[in-house]
Nanobody, 114 residues
Framework: VQLQASGGGLVQPGGSLRLSCVPS????????RAWYRQVPGRERELVAK???????TYAESVQGRFTISRNVATNTHYLQMNDLTVEDSGVYYC?????????WGQGTLVTVSS
């Protein structure tokens, strides 16, 4: 199973992007969907997480600006990013957990710059 992340790009501060994560095949029993971000020299960090009961957690730095969502029919999950800042730049990875198995997308680059 592969996760295809897309939607990254170059955007000015204050702009918006929507990231998508699509699995190569339908996955049942998903317990956790998430987006992580990594910048050079730093560890990968959690940006947003949605667990099976619908509870959502955001990193404090993105609270109120980012929204994680899912489409159950297509097994896709999204990250809507608004009011982007330079500090939001990085490679964004989508993540899915099913049982004891973790799946990672290949990453999509987000660059926020004027």
């Amino acid at each position: 199973v592969q996760l295809q992340a897309s939607g990254g790009g170059l955007v000015q501060p204050g702009g918006s992007l929507r990231l998508s994560c699509v699995p190569s095949q339908r996955l049942s029993g998903i317990s956790n969907r998430a987006w992580y971000r990594q910048v050079p020299g730093r560890e990968r960090e959690l940006v947003a997480k949605m667990i099976v009961n619908g509870d959502i957690t955001y990193a404090e730095s993105v609270q109120g600006r980012f929204t994680i969502s899912r489409n159950v029919a297509t097994n896709t999950h999204y990250l809507q990013m608004n009011d982007l800042t330079v500090e939001d730049s990085g490679v964004y990875y989508c993540f899915v957990r099913r049982g004891t198995v973790n799946y990672w997308g290949q990453g999509t680059l987000v660059t926020v710059s004027s």
